[in-house]
């Protein structure tokens, strides 16, 4: 009797045993495609205003979420030459740039996001920045495109590459 109970178990937990490998067959490990088309890299963008955000992105099965990570690629700080009184009235006066969100895709295979939600604070710190942006498809796998960007005073920017008529946004992201 109790071999029969041990072979019993013994045939369950192979069963849970391939049920459970020949899932794994099936995981999908090809990483979401991303073509950020706006900020372009080396844009000059005005503290004040808002930033063109566009991208066009897809996956083999599905699109889970985006990121936005924008952060400052300087020191601001310098004790060589006699500018060391100016550089430290100028980090009173300004603040370092900061910004980080994330979106849901809702699990689509392709979209065209385009919005202006991210607006640069009007005292922020001029300078280099890095603008990041994260890609997970449903299963996890993350594509991550950089761009360089500096931001700059109002009045001293290009415009963001900023040539549409604004009739195509899609404001769904």
Known sequence: MKKIQYLAIVSIVSLFAFTSCSSDDNTDTQKPVVDLVAPKDNARLEA?????????????EGLGSYNVDIHNNFNGHDHSGENHTHALLAVVE??????NNTWDLGGVKNDQIHHHEIVIAANATPGKYHFVVKVLDKAGNQTMVFRNIEIVPSGE?????HDHDHDDHNHAH
Do not use: E, L, Q, R
């Open 48 to 60: 004040g205003k808002d930033i063109h955000f566009d991208m066009i992105v897809s996956d083999n």
């Open 94 to 99: 300004t603040k370092p740039f900061a910004y």
């Open 157 to 161: 920017g290009d415009g963001g590459d």
